[in-house]
């Protein structure tokens, strides 16, 4: 048998895609709604397969950026940065605008953000259990939440080595917490009146 020409093959090998590319289109309807019975009928089974090829293409992609960045490793960078300029005003103002729209829970990503190296991580639910317990005052200079923000100070700074546990975290507001700045001060009353009593 004479074997193809690699011309020949290539040939072949379209006129197949062809043909199969056909088949799909005069048979489409019918194979659509068959996926659907199917994905209806096995629901597990079809979101197993989902992830299935969705892996598969995050592999296929991951792979061709790697062929990319290795044949020329500066386009990567290049166009990364671009399309992070490109992006960048409307991004800083979506952040800005979620921000403003969730306080409580950007302070709290900020908390988490900065806390993280540290070791232990306080929910935004324990701190405003914490502001409560102290009748939500700055236990710095007395004012109430409600003239003073109330923000979560480290009583041992993470800068220090603080924990970013609950049990390392006192009420204070902005501005007390401002002027603390980096020391190491724990204002919580009952954690200095647990303290043994010197003789
Ligand atoms: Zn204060």
Redesign the pocket.
């Known amino acids: 048998m004479r074997k193809n020409t690699p011309e020949q093959a290539a040939a072949a090998k379209a006129r197949i895609k062809e043909y199969l590319h056909l088949y799909y289109l005069a048979h489409k309807d019918k194979a659509l709604s068959e996926a659907k019975a199917w994905a209806e009928a096995n629901p597990e089974k079809k979101q197993a397969a989902s992830l299935k090829s969705r892996v598969k293409r995050r592999l296929v992609k991951n792979q061709h950026a790697r062929e990319v960045y290795a044949a020329d490793p500066t386009k990567k960078s290049v166009q990364a940065r671009l399309q992070y300029l490109k992006n960048r005003d409307r991004r800083l103002e979506v952040n800005k605008a979620w921000r403003l729209a969730n306080p409580e829970l950007a302070a709290h990503h900020s908390r988490v953000r900065r806390g993280l190296k540290n070791g232990g991580k306080f929910t935004a639910k324990e701190f405003s259990d914490l502001c409560n317990h102290y009748g939500n005052v700055?236990?710095?200079?007395?004012?109430s939440a409600g003239l003073?923000k109330l923000t979560a100070d480290h009583v041992l700074p993470l800068s220090k080595g603080g924990s970013n546990d609950i049990s390392n975290i006192q009420p204070?507001?902005?501005?007390?917490?401002c002027k603390k700045h980096a020391k190491h001060i724990d204002y919580r009353l009952d954690t200095l009146f647990a303290q043994p009593i010197a003789a």
């Open positions: 700055c236990l710095c200079c007395w004012r003073a204070l507001c902005k501005s007390c917490n």
